[in-house]
């Protein structure tokens, strides 16, 4: 199921509202390059968005930042989403610096391997920190916001996210 249906259809992130929403959350960090503040790192167009929140450190996960990429349709829908909890510094590839994601990018066809199937097809949740190989079902994270919520938890408690 590559289109949302009509009760799917996700907005696309309101990126002035959630910033003000988690303010208290977003630093900034001089090493990272290009991204003195969130606004400098925001590339949107009318099909596409993209944007890094450097977060304050965690204290076992260390210097973070939520990455969201969406896809618009036509009209203006979210078609594809992909939202990512990740270790920004060091920089060290996908796999060593994931933490957790949720996506909705299909994985239905006949070939898929059982192991990446999930019943909430097309929304999953990559769970297991350093393996973005591991899906789950995802039922609630569909926009910015609430995976912004669910990273909030942990950036606040400073307890270790584990699956």
Request: aromatic fraction near 10%.
């Amino acid at each position: 199921m590559t289109n949302n249906t009509k009760a799917e259809l996700l907005l696309p992130a309101d990126i002035l509202e959630i910033s003000k929403k988690y303010s208290h959350l977003l630093t900034n960090y001089p090493n990272l390059r290009e991204r003195d503040s969130i606004f400098a790192s925001i590339k949107r167009t009318s099909n596409k968005l993209s944007v890094l929140f450097p977060l304050k450190e965690h204290p076992i996960h260390g210097i973070t930042g939520l990455h969201a990429t969406e896809k618009y349709d036509e009209n203006g829908y979210v078609k594809e989403y992909h939202y990512s909890w990740k270790r920004i510094i060091p920089k060290q590839g996908v796999i060593y610096n994931h933490i957790s994601a949720w996506e909705n990018e299909p994985h239905d066809d006949s070939n898929t391997p059982e192991k990446y199937k999930v019943n909430s097809e097309p929304h999953h949740h990559h769970h297991v920190p350093g393996d973005r190989h591991q899906r789950k079902d995802n039922f609630d994270i569909h926009t910015l916001d609430t995976a912004f919520a669910f990273v909030a938890n942990y950036i606040e408690s400073g307890e270790e996210y584990k699956p």
